[in-house]
């Protein structure tokens, strides 16, 4: 069983599109995240959900709407996409508590904005 | 807010050499290093990690060193074989209030072990 997945894997679209990345856990944490990855590589956190409720959100430009509908799930939906989006996004989950800091990443999405 | 260096962003051993990653952050708050490992076209996996009340940990092959006075904190991977080629990510945070779970990552280094 895969402990956090995210769907889809791969996504190609179109600037100005609108486009959703799903994704579960099934380990019973409280907190999840979503992270973008860069074409350089360089991590950067988006946003982060604690049982349900909005933690953070890092300066992110507002065509980007997190959902969490119950604390094992957190989506993204991206509105009019920009060449600049393309990355690969992943969500992550993390337990409460003393583990609060320690994720467990998903495969991530690749988007790609032509 | 935290800001995390990583260096070097590339590093080049021979199968069986130590490889050695160095970290700086900027927030004397952070209380939690953890370092990532990350295959091309895989997901980041923790490797390792060390809470500020330690200043040293070790996990067979790789140990993760911590100097709280200087800010910074290192990965040492002895004995490299091929399968250690990766990119290494060191991340800082600390736990509480608005930051709660939150890793800031340095820039990575991507670390190729010759065979």
């Known amino acids: 069983d895969t402990a956090v997945s995210q769907t889809p894997k791969y996504l190609v679209t179109q600037m100005g599109n609108d486009k959703s990345i799903k994704c579960e856990q099934n380990l019973g944490h409280d907190t999840m995240y979503w992270y973008k990855q860069d074409s350089k590589k360089f991590l950067k956190i988006m946003f982060s959900y604690n049982n349900k409720e909005l933690i953070i959100n890092e300066t992110v430009p507002n065509r980007f709407s997190p959902k969490s509908p119950d604390k094992a799930h957190l989506n993204l939906h991206i509105n009019s996409l920009e060449l600049g989006d393309s990355a690969v996004y992943f969500c992550?989950?993390?337990?409460?508590?003393?583990?609060?800091?320690?994720?467990?990443f998903g495969a991530g999405s690749r988007l790609t904005v032509l | 807010g935290e800001n995390v260096e990583q260096h070097p962003s590339t590093l080049s051993v021979q199968e069986g050499d130590s490889a050695v990653i160095k970290c700086t952050y900027s927030?004397?708050?952070?209380?939690?290093f953890p370092w990532y490992k990350q295959e091309l076209g895989k997901r980041p996996q923790l490797i390792i990690d060390?809470?500020?009340?330690?200043g040293e940990k070790k996990d067979q092959r790789i140990a993760v060193t911590l100097n709280k006075t200087a800010k910074h904190f290192s990965l040492h991977i002895t004995e490299t074989q091929p399968e250690d080629s990766a990119v290494y990510f060191c991340a800082a945070s600390r736990r509480g209030g608005t930051s709660y779970g939150k890793l800031t990552f340095g820039q990575g280094t991507i670390l190729t072990v010759h065979p």
């Open positions: 992550a989950s993390s337990r409460g508590g003393s583990g609060a800091n320690v994720l467990t």
């Open positions: 060390i809470r500020s009340n330690v």
């Open positions: 927030d004397s708050a952070s209380n939690y």
